[in-house]
């Protein structure tokens, strides 16, 4: 077992977040959300699927249309194969002469805007809406169309997956971990998915050795340990503390931390989260973390790729780095264990491009208010969500969020 | 009203021409940056957050913050990616107003930009109209009647400027007037991509009539270059300048998607020369800012306006005068470098549009102008107030920006 190390940190965020003391709880809550079910190819519109999850969502926070203050969509003209995908959203999100605006990445960044729309003491209540359908895009064209335009794209060798199959290589060489550990993580998230009434593919009683039988991708990932692209889409109801007096249960953002990573080819490894341990550390620094482990109760992760699972364990700080593999063989990250992981199923369990992360943020405070149903874990009251996006996870965002 | 004072304490420009060859995206991107962090005094690591936009499709690169940000200082850092078409640099403006506002993040770097030689943005704009297109073949609307409103953005332009025309009286001599007023400021502006000096409204007449009434002299070039601007607590902001310039509001507002309305995407939007999203968004700013009299307040204004009508026409929109009276402040000599309320001073949209950071030089002239920064197009009048606004989407997304030379009381 190669020796622990520690990660090179070239300069923090200072700002509020970083300044210890001065903490936002209270400040902004969760007070509703709604989601779509995750389908392969949804018999919608992405128009509907918004509408349908902005009308869900209102109705869940007891709220009209007129009483939201501002909206931020997450979607990207390459999945959406239109530019200014945002546009055609104005209706069906609810935002037809209110304040709104688009983030072009995951909708778990999309929230942070929303946070930062709140606390700036313009806006009371704001919505983010998250969508795309991978029924429309090349599976894997939106990634390849992030490269490098001059030379990494003209190689056409890297792609989503296999950046992703380099970056588990080299993890399993750094630290030791076997590709039936990482197949455990996805079987354990696609055992969990089948509990989720909303998740597209899950696997009961499954193990390491059928996700290893299913189908290469590009070795050692196998489709089951990626995962599925898929329609759909989800909403978030955010309310400054006036506005959430008023609202049952409402779930606090605690902390959050965000930070972007070098492009791919200039990492100066793969086999670590980098940015993410920066997320990591602002948010907990933020929520008065000071032992994840222990004080963390349920972390929902976006993971594309099983691996991506182990490699936050340890960037999230719930084990030393490079034990992210024992740390899963401990049992721990099980629906039963000490700090329950992707209770939901994850992204393995439905990857909707650009909302995979708001879902995260959305089944953590499922399980806060006890609204997960047959996948709710008892007496959650602290829970971890992680949304990214880029290439091999290039940019991380991590919120803790609490109940009462 | 924000938590902390917000304001801009370094400005950074690109050259403007119509095809860098000489650089690629982020290098580009780079030569704004790096003139902003000379420009405010600091280094990269001073940065706490970076925010930055563009309009992918006229690249072809998916998030080329991606593998560009690192050029950029932005290494380890927080890169919120904030997109909404022609409105993409005012949202990424609004965007460090809020990040910094909030109180989490105390030095914001905002980033927008456009290569369009790397790209077709006709091409790119013609995947906004194919949804369009789609839905009035089924609704069974004449091809022709679809294909008048193609050719990217002219196609709409010619429609809205003779909406505009109609409902205010202005005539084709006014836009001639109003390229002949930009193009002249422009000259003037060493960031500017279309620089004519001596320019007459004659001249413009003369020039090829597009598509009534628009013609090539009306129309804004297709250019190359990057925005940087650094927002930061007034506080800090008072350290790194003598005079920085504060946002005092940022609000936005959309209408309805135009042309048809598709299922699930509500009703169409008739008249592209309404713009009740620009009047709705402008008198939100102009409240949160405290400004009760826009008309009075307001020192100087930086319309979106590619096209010439619509310096006149969101000259109204912003609330600035009466319906149909732009045309007479323009001949008034108002809108001059040294009129009474001066518009686009920089030379404005029609005379250099890197689309994604078009709107964001809106914000950045007024707050130059405020900085008293501007060189040889400094308007004559002291700058107080300014108004930034930024337009697009499929005719109904609009952004505005309140700066002053005072911070919000």
Redesign the interface.
């Known amino acids: 077992m190669p020796a622990p190390r520690t990660y090179w ?9 970083d300044k210890g003391g ?1 903490n936002v709880d209270k400040e902004v809550a969760i007070i509703a959300y709604a989601q779509t079910k995750y389908e392969a190819d949804a018999n919608a ?1 992405r ?2 699927q ?2 349908e999850v902005t009308v869900a969502a209102l109705k869940a926070a007891g709220l009209k249309r007129e009483d939201l203050d501002t909206i931020i969509t997450a979607n ?3 999945l959406d ?4 995908s ?7 999100s609810g ?11 995951d909708g778990a ?1 999309a929230m ?2 929303a ?8 806006h009371d209540i704001a919505l983010v809406v998250a969508e795309s359908q991978a029924s429309v895009y090349g599976t894997y064209l ?2 390849i ?6 030379f ?1 794209r003209q190689r056409w060798l890297l792609n989503e997956v296999s950046a992703a199959a380099l970056q588990a290589s080299s993890y399993m060489d750094a630290a030791g971990v076997s590709v039936e550990q990482i197949a455990g993580v996805a079987a354990k998230n696609l055992e969990n998915a089948a509990l989720n009434p909303v998740a597209l593919r899950s696997l009961k009683g499954a193990d390491a050795k059928k996700v290893l039988a299913s189908r290469p991708l590009c070795s050692p990932i196998t489709e089951l340990m990626a995962s599925p692209l898929c329609d759909g889409a989800c909403a978030l109801v955010l309310a400054s503390a006036k506005a959430a007096a008023k609202a049952e249960k409402p779930v606090w953002v605690k902390g ?1 931390g ?7 080819t ?1 990492r100066g490894s793969l086999d670590n989260m ?2 993410l341990k ?1 997320a990591a550390e602002a948010c907990y620094k933020q929520a008065g973390i000071d032992d994840p482990a222990s004080q963390i109760e349920l972390a929902e992760l976006h993971e594309c790729f099983a691996h991506e699972e182990l490699m936050a364990y340890e960037a999230l700080g719930f084990c030393d780095p490079m034990q992210g593999g024992a740390f899963f063989d401990s049992g721990a990250t099980k629906k039963g264990g000490e700090l329950p992981v992707n209770t939901s199923g994850g992204a393995l369990g439905a990857n909707v491009a650009c909302a995979a992360g708001l879902t995260r943020v959305i089944e953590a405070a499922m399980q806060i208010r006890g609204d997960a149903g047959k996948h709710q874990v008892k007496g959650v009251k602290t829970a971890l969500a992680h949304g990214q ?3 091999c996870a ?2 991380n965002i991590v919120y803790v969020l609490g109940g009462e | 009203m924000a938590k902390n004072e917000v304001a801009v304490a370094g400005v950074g420009l690109s050259k403007h021409v119509s095809k860098r060859r000489d650089v690629n995206i982020a290098e580009l991107v780079w030569e704004a940056v790096n003139a902003c962090y000379e420009d405010a005094g600091i280094k990269p690591k001073d940065v706490d957050a970076f925010a930055t936009g563009n309009m992918p499709a006229f690249e072809g690169v998916n998030m080329p913050e991606e593998w560009g940000a690192g050029h950029w200082g932005a290494y380890n850092k927080p890169v919120l990616r904030i997109t909404t078409g022609g409105t993409t640099g005012g949202s990424v403006a609004h965007g460090g107003y809020y990040l910094v506002g909030s109180g989490l993040y105390d030095m914001v770097m905002c980033i927008a930009f456009e290569k369009q030689s790397d790209g077709n943005s006709t091409m790119g704009l013609n995947t906004v109209a194919l949804a369009d297109a789609a839905a009035q073949l089924q609704l069974g609307v004449d091809p022709s009647f679809i294909a008048a409103f193609g050719g990217g953005a002219v196609g709409v332009a010619v429609y809205q400027a003779s909406s505009y025309m109609k409902s205010s009286g202005c005539t084709t001599n006014h836009l001639d007037k109003v390229a002949a007023l930009c193009r002249n400021n422009a000259a003037l502006n060493p960031y500017s991509h279309l620089k004519q000096p001596g320019l007459t409204p004659e001249e413009v007449a003369k020039t090829t009539l597009l598509q009534y009434p628009i013609r090539f002299g009306h129309v804004c070039p297709a250019t190359d270059g990057a925005c940087a601007m650094l927002f930061t607590t007034g506080e800090k902001a008072r350290k790194l300048t003598d005079k920085p310039a504060y946002v005092l509001s940022c609000a936005s507002a959309s209408d309805e998607a135009a042309l048809v309305g598709i299922a699930g995407s509500g009703t169409t939007n008739v008249d592209p020369c309404e713009q009740e999203s620009c009047k709705i968004a402008a008198a939100r700013a102009y409240e949160i800012a405290g400004i009760k009299d826009p008309r009075k307040e307001i020192d100087l204004a930086e319309p979106y306006a590619p096209f010439a009508h619509q310096l006149l026409m969101f000259y109204e929109r912003l609330l600035l005068c009466n319906e149909g009276e732009a045309p007479s402040i323009l001949d008034s000599g108002s809108m001059n470098l040294e009129g009474e309320l001066p518009v686009c001073p920089s030379g404005g949209v029609i005379s250099t549009n890197a689309i994604g950071a078009s709107a964001m030089e809106r914000v950045a002239e007024c707050a130059l102008q405020i900085m008293g920064k501007c060189g040889e197009r400094q308007v004559k009048k002291e700058v107080h107030k300014a108004v930034a606004h930024g337009w697009g989407g499929a005719v109904n997304l609009n952004v505005v920006a309140v700066l002053s030379d005072e911070p919000r009381r």
Do not use: C
């Not at chain 1, 194969?81 to 200014?84: H, K, S």
């Not at chain 1, 935002?95 to 990445?105: I, L």
């Not at chain 1, 169309?145 to 001059?150: C, G, H, Q, S, V």
């Not at chain 1, 965000?258 to 791919?264: G, K, M, N, Q, V």
């Open positions: 940190i070239s300069s923090r965020p200072t700002g509020r977040w001065d519109s128009e509907l918004v509408l990207n003209d390459y194969g239109r530019t200014i945002n546009m055609r959203l104005v209706e069906p935002a037809w002469r209110k304040n709104e605006s688009k983030v072009e990445m960044f942070l805007y946070v930062t729309r709140i606390l700036s003491g313009d939106p990634g169309m992030m490269l490098d335009p001059t990494d959050v965000f930070s972007h990573d070098s492009y791919l200039e980098g940015s920066l996006t880029g290439l290039q940019e």
